[in-house]
């Protein structure tokens, strides 16, 4: 599936183009090509006339030191916040650095509120320090999200990296837990060469979206994208499609394309890759 975030079309605005597939272990090796076709929509919006209630998880690992040096990630969480409509809340949270008493593996760094300013400086003071226990942290977001019985309730988590070896186990968790609540996690991979598998079948298995940055300087349009789809609703892109020639081997590849979206006789190009797991 490609996931685009807009609004009021149907399956014939959109469509797949130029798709490529390479081992996840060298990218930048193609080993076949393919053609997809857009077999449906799903249009997914918030409920009509209820507040939005984020809980905004930012991975402050000591890598994010490296993949993120000029911590474009703190103003692509700005971008987001700043797209909260009147009433919205959002609470900013972080892993990786230390942890807020009561809490598995996060801080708080804020605590739910519709004031823009205190959300702002609250994700100035992400970092960059220690390992990721990132399904430890979603675990927290879920709690704090029950605490408050939100109407349209949505975890955003950004990281650069796998969970810790010790926290891989709670990704069943952290499912169970967000589809009971009825909350979609919206997952953010950061880099190059590194296996966002558990990203996206997290985004999946919640009705969320994933989406990769290959740098910093993604993040902006990403997460303004997301503000965009949980404030004013969203649209799934489900397609079908064939490679040829056929992968044989197994392994884990990398599928790239672009779909696109014509609106109004205007056409916009949106880059989408996906890691497929061929046994």
């Known amino acids: 599936n490609g996931n685009l ?4 079309v149907t399956a014939a605005n959109f469509a797949f183009k130029d798709i490529t597939v390479a081992l996840a272990a060298t990218p930048g090796t193609l080993v ?56 919205d809340q959002a609470a900013i949270m972080d892993f990786g650095a230390e942890t807020t008493t009561g809490l598995r593996a996060s801080r708080l760094l804020q605590d739910f509120t ?14 960059a320090s220690g390992g990721t226990p990132l399904f430890s942290s979603l675990l927290d977001a879920l709690d704090l999200l029950k605490r408050q019985s939100p109407s ?26 967000a589809n009971s609540q009825s909350t979609p996690i919206f997952t953010v991979g950061l880099g190059r060469n590194i296996d966002f ?13 994933f989406a990769e940055a290959a740098d910093a300087t993604a993040l902006n349009i990403i997460f303004e994208d997301i503000g965009f789809g949980i404030t004013q609703g969203r649209v799934v892109v489900n397609g079908e499609g064939r490679f040829t020639p056929p992968l044989t081997k197994s392994g884990k590849y990398v599928v790239v394309g672009v779909l ?4 109004g006789g205007v056409s916009k190009d949106t880059i989408f890759n996906l890691t497929v797991d061929v046994k």
């Open 5 to 8: 975030i807009t609004g009021g």
């Open 32 to 87: 076949t090509g393919g053609t997809a076709n857009v077999t449906s929509i799903d249009i997914i919006q918030p409920t009509a006339g209820k507040q939005v209630t984020l809980a905004l998880d930012f991975d402050s690992s000591g890598s994010m030191g490296d993949n993120d040096p000029s911590r474009l990630r703190v103003s692509a969480g700005k971008q987001l916040v700043s797209l909260l409509k009147a009433g």
């Open 114 to 127: 519709s004031d823009k300013t205190l959300l702002e400086k609250a994700i100035d003071r992400v970092t």
């Open 152 to 177: 349209n309730p949505v975890v955003v988590v950004l990281t650069d990296g796998e969970a810790d070896k010790d926290d891989v186990g709670f990704f069943d968790d952290v499912v169970k837990q």
């Open 197 to 209: 598998t558990q990203l996206q079948k997290l985004a999946n298995d919640t009705s969320g979206v």
């Open 260 to 263: 696109v979206t014509t609106i």
